[in-house]
């Protein structure tokens, strides 16, 4: 059961009309493709994908689960969005409310062990050899554990365990942790024990939450826990810094997440586009380029997505571009990030001046990256700072004196909600 109905709200613009996993991520892939993809190759051939905020292109990503093998008569994924039930619909509300409410749909399989997943992380695992140790330590629930640095633990759900690996205490994001091993959000439960405790928390707690309410209940009660250790790449992508940096980490010269290895492969839909072209005056060193790319002008290390085509004499640098974009002629363009389907006008200069905060939403916006939204126009010969913000079909007249200072916004569109971002 694979979590997938986050907003994502830390992401900012790149989730003004997507849910988080729908995000795309490493130049061809979207960011749900790596629990999808790791969940074929352990193995899983029965996945229900929980959605809720802004699905449609989740569902159209998915479609009926062909490229990780997954259109299947029997089991195969499926799309499973809050429903009507009796007079009214009723939303996800927390983690264990949304398996609580699609609890018939895993009955039908009549499960002895559900893995539980959440769409929005980068990483891989085989969940096989966690089944493995479910089963050998005759859990009733096993937890996946991650170590991280003291200084990381106050941002995470912590985990103090025996010797054994039992688990006797939770601390959810604690100022002075006793361990160090963090809660990764990947857990398997004997269905029995779950759905009995689902339905003994629904009574009391209508938003019910796996860290907040049901492992918490099921550790007081005695049930056997157990944290199974973790020490591969795993990144929670939640915010636009975090974002970055993992695409970042995938064009270093020994990437710390390797997307190349054959006995681990992440799949993914995409359409078939041409080759990628380079022209004779071009520069690329360090970065990731799509199919179907254009690159007439220098790209260094950045992840180009699909479609992309950066014309003459314009150099992209530490940046991310998804698909289908134009980056003009002459453009100079460093620690930015650019959604589906804009067009950065001739000689546009983005990511130059001072590192100021960004003055609307001073906690997405503050390590220096600005962000262009999808189907955003920049016109030609502007001047755009640090952490800002551009959303919409802008002209000269929106730009004083030609330019965008950091810090500041320019928000022309409002997404399918009515609501500006």
Request: net charge negative; proline share 5%; with cysteine.
């Amino acid at each position: 059961m694979l979590l997938a109905g986050g907003q994502g709200s830390r992401l900012g613009i790149l989730t003004a009309s997507k849910a988080k996993p729908a995000v795309p991520f490493g130049g061809k892939y979207r960011i749900i493709d790596f629990p999808m993809s790791n969940c074929i190759n352990s193995g899983v051939d029965t996945v229900g994908v929980l959605t809720q905020y802004q699905p449609l292109q989740l569902n159209q990503h998915i479609g009926i689960g062909t490229p990780w093998d997954l259109d299947r008569r029997v089991g195969g994924v499926m799309m499973l969005a809050p429903h009507v039930k009796r007079e009214h619909g009723e939303w996800y509300t927390g983690t264990a409310d949304a398996i609580y409410q699609n609890a018939d749909y895993i009955d039908q399989y009549n499960p002895e062990y559900v893995l539980i997943l959440s769409g929005d992380h980068i990483y891989k695992m085989d969940y096989s050899k966690m089944l493995d140790f479910h089963k050998k330590n005759k859990c009733d629930v096993s937890l996946a554990a991650l170590t991280v640095t003291l200084e990381e633990a106050s941002r995470f759900g912590m985990m103090n365990i025996h010797d054994d690996g039992r688990i006797y205490e939770f601390e959810e994001k604690p100022e002075h942790p006793k361990s160090t091993l963090a809660n990764m959000g990947i857990y398997i439960f004997n269905w029995s024990v779950l759905r009995d405790a689902l339905e003994r928390d629904n009574k009391i707690h209508s938003d019910s939450d796996f860290g907040k309410h049901i492992l918490p209940m099921l550790l007081n009660e005695g049930k056997r826990m157990f944290a199974f250790p973790f020490d591969g790449y795993w990144k929670d992508v939640g915010t636009i810094e975090s974002y970055w940096a993992a695409n970042m980490d995938l064009i270093q010269t020994i990437p710390q997440f390797d997307l190349y290895e054959d006995f681990s492969k992440i799949y993914t839909d995409s359409d078939h586009q041409p080759p990628m072209f380079t022209g004779a005056g071009s520069d690329i060193n360090g970065s990731i380029l799509a199919e179907g790319c254009e690159i007439y002008g220098r790209v260094y290390n950045s992840v180009i997505g699909p479609g992309v085509v950066v014309d003459e004499g314009a150099m992209v640098k530490d940046s991310i571009v998804f698909s289908d974009c134009y980056i003009g002629k002459g453009v100079v363009m460093e620690r930015c990030i650019v959604d589906t389907d804009c067009t950065i006008g001739e000689n546009v200069k983005i990511g130059e001046g001072d590192n100021i905060i960004n003055v609307h939403r001073p906690k997405i916006y503050d390590t220096g990256i600005t962000v262009v939204g999808e189907h955003s126009d920049i016109p030609d010969n502007v001047e755009i700072g640090k952490n800002c913000v551009i959303l919409g079909k802008t002209t000269p007249a929106d730009y004083q004196d030609g330019r965008l200072e950091s810090g500041q916004s320019i928000v022309k569109s409002v997404n399918p909600n009515g609501v500006r971002e």
